[in-house]
């Protein structure tokens, strides 16, 4: 059985249906998630850190204290609740939740890697990446 649990968004400065050149991308891209249902904040940042290990693996290494870091950024959320993830040039992923800035966590290879858990070659959800590039 499976629960829909957040709608989630694609914002970048450059559209692209290429996965690869919306990742590789230096520019300010965010992935925002409408939550559908009450979660724990450790619930999702599993989930995003088992699409680490499945687009990541390789890295790791370098990312785990930062994976560490963005899983004690995501809150405990509620149903209509949202949490954006911001790449920013020079700055880093800006970790928000509703109008709530949590923190930034700094690389360019981070946010590569987070942008991989949605669209990379191994996706939460291959339809969700395709409708995440403007596919059907």
């Known amino acids: 059985m499976m629960f829909k649990v957040y709608v989630a968004g694609l914002y970048v400065e450059n559209p692209s249906h290429d996965a690869a050149a919306v990742i590789a991308a230096d520019a300010v891209k965010r992935i925002e998630l409408s939550i559908l249902r009450k979660l724990a904040g450790s619930q999702i940042s599993d989930a995003i850190a088992e699409g680490f290990e499945r687009n990541s693996k390789a890295q790791m290494p370098a990312l785990q204290a930062r994976l560490d870091k963005l899983k004690t950024l995501i809150p405990d959320v509620d149903k209509g609740d949202s949490i954006a993830l911001t790449y920013v040039p020079g ?37 969700l990446k395709k409708k995440l590039l403007g596919g059907s």
């Open 91 to 127: 700055k880093g992923t800006v970790v928000s939740a509703g109008t709530s800035e949590k923190g930034v966590i700094e690389g360019k290879d981070f946010s590569d890697a987070l942008l991989s858990v949605w669209l990379g070659p191994n996706p939460v959800q291959e339809d």
